[in-house]
């Protein structure tokens, strides 16, 4: 054997001593080239070099590829003188040799991605065979590519979901293009439609494929752009280049960086004090531009008292209304903050002033001061009574009209105050009438108009103001003579002109000051104040009762005894006796240790306003005390413990507002100022509200960081002005909320399980775990199925919260062996994982044997021995042991049966029948099988010792599973019949019948044959 190169190809040469054999037994050509083709595949890749030529593809079938003659370095007719012959690998000829110019031509059109793939360079190698002397040329052939092909994504649309919190520069890499062409015609480069956020680079992968990467040039907001839709293009180097494109359409995430707003900062509302339980008073909104529970606004009352606040608001619809009954006299207005938090903790206020409109649902109120009866007659313009009138409505239905009745020899007259005398109009005579009913009735201007009458009695008194008369001017008496001294002749009468003496006094000292005498509207002007300052007093808050508050008679200007001698008296307007009136010493002193912040609450400042009423002569000043308050009262704060919850990326500057304390106190004795305990994180700004309070403001000084410290616990102080000054504190747990930034991961990504097919529906078939290393709503882990088929959502459920998988349907293994289930899990987020999970059905032995009768015989003689009565086969869709089986019958029967091949059988005669002895024969063919592990532990199905005959028993050592065919052979002698019947199967327990007893015949096998006996 000789290595020959010619040209740029090696060839090999085969001698013909080297094939002697071959030529001394002058085997045919055939079978000689049948050896030449033998060394050829053994010499296929002997050589270093071979002959390359190139061809670009899809040329068309016959162009011209080489002069082979020539590049063999062959002389001219020597390839067809040799039998040159062209031979590739497999069973196509791509080449075809010219028969006439032994030219090398293209045999078909070649298409280099369907005979090389992504393989570059696309080399095909082939042979020259020469028979003549034997000899081999190494060649191959180059396809090189066109572009013929574009870039391809696999899908026409991605989808990305990145988070808003993103920051600039980061990448997200995208599914690459296919491009089926190579080298410079293939896949190149990647661009992406203009756009303000991204930019794409192009990556080359280890296998020199190249994908691309979204880059994140500027930040995103949900709330701006909720989605972006950008086009990516696939560009391969061909010229003209072709290109691919896919939709990538980008979701953008939401983080809880909006707070709520509301639509009003301030809301107002009217409510009448008399509004039913539950009226609906007002509905606030506030939106909030998140997505999601980030967007889910829940409303609640801000700084209330449970107790006392008449309000309640709906956290969902934010509807308040009222919970508690109105009183205008108590509360006319009423100030609420609400606070609107979203599902992450973020919060926004606003105000709500109500104002509670007036009822006239209070009568008139009359306090009588003073009193005096009886009165004398014959004096006009005696006081009679003062009293003061009071409403607790206000407006219109406050003013009040004073009246009396107009036959009654009385005036009333106005003073100042809602102050009235009653006074007599002119004189009165005690010997026309005695004694007055006055009934003073007291209405309101209100709608509708309600009043108060108060009844009094005045007595007149008499004075001297008749002389005597006698009835008769002349009487006559006779007298007998000689009576004894002193008996009595007779008397006469005289009615008296009055009735006891002068009332000492009683000349005007009671008289009011002069004025018009009408019915009403006549004033009392009021007298003047005397010494400076006169009328205004004040007293420290809980000083002893009995303390000394002014020498009023001092104050008056009056004398000693002064105030005795002309009644004074104190009167408050609240009918409550706060003060008295020491008329010995003229001190005015407290009647009671008094309480600014339960007489006016937070009303500063605190006054009680009173009268001084003399009754000799009548007179009325107006004064009043101010209540000076005492630091008593130290800030208190409704919570004990604020929570505040902050999301870790909260920009450093942000203010939260803080509920603020409570303190009884007014003026400098109320709280001033605010403080919090040295941290690095946070500082205290006080603001004041619209009210005139004072609240305070956690501000922002550093970014938070929940990785590091999830929680903060401050301690909030708040001071009053007092000295010294009184405190307060609260706790404010902060709680930093994450966002989410990590995604959830399966504890396993592939779960592999069993389930026997007989398992229940409703069994757990496998529980799946993921964990999200997030907090809050970004770590709420939701579970379902994922690029599922309908069966397998037709045959599991996932319970969405705790991943655990239920089976909805029977399992059959004989249908389906294994089902692969992917489960996806999703954080509150929206960023998911997924996982595999592998069910494999574990076979059970469910499936009881069928027989199936091929044939049967109608003519048997009664005395031939094994013949052949029936044909069938058994099966059991079971499968491995559960499938295997053996087939008997009963062994006194005089038949055989004989296996056959693929579970067939072969019933047959076993020697000559005899219709005489027994004309009629019960078989019975049947199967016991059940599972050992289960059913035979638990002593169902047992397995009976040795093989039951006329069983079709299970080997597989698993048991037996009842089931049994009942067959009636008929044998009669001369012209009769012998029947064969397929009677009913007996399931699942073979019972033996009687030969007489009557059996339902089994649809499916109806047939009847008879064995005729020659």
């Given at each position: 054997m000789v290595d020959v190169v010619t040209g740029t190809g090696k060839g090999i040469f085969l001698l013909e001593s080297d094939i002697t054999e071959m030529s001394q037994t002058k085997v045919h050509r055939k079978k000689r080239q049948v050896a030449i083709l033998i060394i050829w595949m053994i010499l296929w890749e002997v050589g270093s070099e071979s002959i390359q030529y190139s061809v670009l593809e899809e040329t068309e079938s016959g162009t011209f590829v080489a002069n082979l003659t020539k590049d063999l370095g062959l002389r001219r007719g020597e390839l067809a003188a040799r039998g040159a012959q062209v031979v590739f690998k497999g069973n196509r000829q791509h080449l075809q040799l010219d028969p006439q110019t032994y030219d090398l031509l293209l045999n078909e059109k070649l298409d280099r991605e369907e005979l090389c793939g992504s393989t570059e360079p696309c080399v095909l190698h082939f042979q020259v065979l020469l028979e003549n002397p034997l000899q081999f040329f190494q060649a191959a052939l180059r396809v090189r590519d066109i572009n013929d092909h574009a870039p391809e994504f696999p899908a026409r649309e991605m989808l990305l979901k990145i988070s808003e919190i993103t920051t600039p520069g980061k990448l997200f890499p995208l599914k690459m293009a296919q491009d089926l062409d190579v080298g410079s015609n293939g896949l190149q480069s990647y661009i992406i439609s203009s756009n303000p956020h991204f930019h794409v680079v192009?990556?080359?992968?280890?296998?020199?494929?190249?994908?691309?990467?979204l880059v994140l040039d500027k930040g995103l907001d949900r709330e701006e752009q909720p989605e972006l839709r950008l086009t990516l293009i696939a560009l391969d180097g061909g010229s003209p280049p072709r290109s691919g494109t896919t939709e990538i359409q980008i979701l953008v995430l939401d983080i809880n960086d909006n707070a709520p707003e509301f639509a009003q900062e301030q809301y107002e509302a009217q409510i009448p004090e008399n509004n039913s339980l539950g009226s609906l008073i007002i509905t606030v909104s506030a939106r909030d531009l998140d997505a999601g529970s980030f967007g889910e606004v829940s409303y609640a009352l801000f700084q209330v008292d449970d107790i006392n606040q008449p309000f309640e608001i709906n956290a969902i619809t934010g509807e308040i209304r009222l919970r508690k009954a109105l009183d205008f006299e108590e509360f006319q207005s009423y100030h609420v903050d609400i606070e609107a938090t979203d599902g992450g903790g973020l919060s926004g206020k606003c105000s709500l002033v109500i104002k509670v409109l007036d009822i006239n649902d209070n009568t008139p109120e009359l306090t009588m001061s003073s009193l005096i009866s009886p009165i004398p007659e014959n004096l006009p313009d005696i006081i009679v009574a003062v009293f003061s009138v009071s409403d607790a409505d206000s407006g219109q239905n406050q003013q009040i009209v004073c009246s009396v009745d107009d036959n009654l020899p009385f005036l009333l007259k106005p003073s100042v105050e809602n102050f009235y005398t009653l006074v007599t109009e002119g004189a009165l005579d005690r010997e026309s009438q005695a004694e007055y009913n006055i009934t003073i009735t007291v209405t309101d201007l209100g709608t509708p108009r309600l009043k108060t009458q108060h009844n009094i009695t005045v007595t007149v008194s008499d004075v001297n103001d008749n002389a005597p008369?006698?009835?008769?001017?002349?009487?006559?008496?006779?007298?007998?003579?000689?009576?004894?001294?002193?008996?009595?002749?007779?008397?006469?009468?005289?009615?008296?002109?009055?009735?006891?003496?002068?009332?000492?006094?009683?000349?005007?000292?009671?008289?009011?000051?002069?004025?018009?005498?009408?019915?009403?509207?006549?004033?009392?002007?009021?007298?003047?104040?005397?010494?400076?300052?006169?009328?205004?007093?004040?007293?420290?808050?809980?000083?002893?009762?009995?303390?000394?508050?002014?020498?009023?008679?001092?104050?008056?200007?009056?004398?000693?005894?002064?105030?005795?001698?002309?009644?004074?008296?104190?009167?408050?307007?609240?009918?409550?006796?706060?003060?008295?009136?020491?008329?010995?010493?003229?001190?005015?002193?407290?009647?009671?240790?008094?309480?600014?912040?339960?007489?006016?609450?937070?009303?500063?400042?605190?006054?009680?306003?009173?009268?001084?009423?003399?009754?000799?002569?009548?007179?009325?000043?107006?004064?009043?005390?101010?209540?000076?308050?005492?630091?008593?009262?130290?800030?208190?704060?409704?919570?004990?413990?604020?929570?505040?919850?902050?999301?870790?990326?909260?920009?450093?500057?942000?203010?939260?507002?803080?509920?603020?304390?409570?303190?009884?106190?007014?003026?400098?004795?109320?709280?001033?100022?605010?403080?919090?305990?040295?941290?690095?994180?946070?500082?205290?700004k006080i603001s004041d509200s619209d009210e005139g309070m004072i609240y305070p403001e956690l501000v922002l000084d550093k970014a938070l960081d929940r990785?590091?410290?999830?929680?903060?616990?401050?301690?909030?102080?708040?001071?009053?002005?007092?000295?010294?000054?009184?405190?307060?504190?609260?706790?404010?747990?902060?709680?930093?909320?994450?966002?989410?930034?990590?995604?959830?991961?399966f504890s396993q990504t592939i779960y592999e399980t069993q389930a026997p097919e007989n398992i229940p529906v409703g069994s757990l078939i496998a529980k799946v775990s993921a964990g999200d290393v997030d907090s809050g709503v970004n770590a709420d882990i939701s579970y379902s199925f994922f690029d599922a088929s309908e069966d397998i959502r037709a045959t599991f459920q996932i319970n969405s919260f705790s991943g655990e998988i239920?089976?909805?349907?029977?399992?059959?293994?004989?249908?389906?062996?294994?089902?692969?289930?992917?489960?996806?899990?999703?954080?509150?987020?929206?960023?998911?994982?997924?996982?595999?999970?592998?069910?494999?059905?574990?076979?059970?032995?469910?499936?009881?044997?069928?027989?199936?009768?091929?044939?049967?015989?109608?003519?048997?003689?009664?005395?031939?021995?094994?013949?052949?009565?029936?044909?069938?086969?058994?099966?059991?869709?079971?499968?491995?042991?559960?499938?295997?089986?053996?087939?008997?019958?009963?062994?006194?029967?005089?038949?055989?049966?004989?296996?056959?091949?693929?579970?067939?059988?072969?019933?047959m005669t076993e020697g000559g029948l005899d219709r005489e002895s027994q004309a009629k024969v019960l078989v019975f063919v049947a199967v016991r099988l059940c599972r050992r592990s289960?059913?035979?532990?638990?002593?169902?199905?047992?397995?009976?010792?040795?093989?039951?005959?006329?069983?079709?028993?299970?080997?597989s050592g698993t048991g037996t599973l009842s089931q049994s065919y009942q067959y009636e052979v008929c044998l009669r002698g001369g012209s009769g019949t012998s029947e064969f019947k397929f009677l009913k199967p007996i399931i699942p327990n073979i019972q033996a019948q009687d030969s007489e007893g009557n059996s339902e015949e089994n649809p499916t096998f109806r047939n009847s044959f008879g064995f005729n006996f020659q």
């Open positions: 192009t990556r080359n992968r280890s296998d020199g494929r190249k994908f691309p990467e008369a006698f009835s008769q001017t002349t009487y006559t008496l006779r007298v007998r003579e000689n009576n004894s001294p002193a008996l009595h002749i007779g008397s006469v009468s005289a009615e008296p002109g009055g009735v006891g003496g002068p009332l000492p006094g009683a000349r005007g000292p009671l008289s009011g000051p002069p004025g018009g005498r009408q019915r009403h509207g006549d004033a009392v002007p009021e007298l003047p104040v005397r010494g400076s300052g006169f009328g205004q007093y004040s007293v420290t808050e809980e000083r002893e009762r009995g303390s000394f508050v002014v020498n009023l008679a001092k104050d008056l200007g009056l004398g000693d005894g002064e105030l005795v001698a002309r009644g004074a008296r104190v009167v408050s307007d609240d009918n409550k006796q706060h003060l008295l009136l020491d008329p010995q010493s003229g001190d005015l002193l407290t009647n009671e240790k008094l309480d600014r912040e339960k007489l006016c609450g937070l009303t500063e400042p605190c006054m009680l306003h009173f009268q001084i009423l003399m009754d000799n002569p009548f007179q009325i000043y107006r004064a009043e005390l101010r209540v000076s308050d005492i630091n008593d009262h130290s800030p208190v704060f409704r919570d004990q413990e604020t929570v505040l919850k902050i999301l870790e990326n909260t920009a450093e500057g942000t203010a939260f507002r803080l509920e603020r304390a409570e303190d009884s106190d007014g003026g400098l004795n109320g709280i001033q100022s605010y403080t919090i305990n040295p941290n690095p994180f946070f500082h205290i990785e590091k410290q999830h929680e903060l616990s401050l301690t909030l102080t708040a001071l009053d002005g007092g000295s010294p000054p009184r405190s307060g504190t609260t706790t404010v747990r902060i709680v930093i909320l994450d966002i989410n930034d990590n995604a959830p991961q239920f089976l909805i349907v029977l399992l059959d293994y004989e249908l389906v062996k294994s089902y692969k289930i992917n489960v996806q899990a999703m954080d509150g987020g929206g960023l998911t994982a997924t996982c595999t999970i592998l069910v494999e059905v574990l076979d059970i032995n469910d499936n009881p044997p069928e027989l199936i009768m091929s044939s049967l015989s109608n003519h048997v003689a009664e005395n031939s021995p094994e013949t052949v009565l029936a044909v069938f086969r058994i099966k059991d869709r079971d499968s491995g042991e559960n499938g295997k089986m053996h087939c008997y019958i009963q062994d006194n029967l005089p038949f055989l049966l004989k296996p056959s091949v693929e579970n067939f059988y072969i019933l289960r059913a035979a532990s638990a002593g169902r199905c047992p397995v009976p010792e040795g093989h039951f005959p006329g069983h079709l028993v299970d080997v």
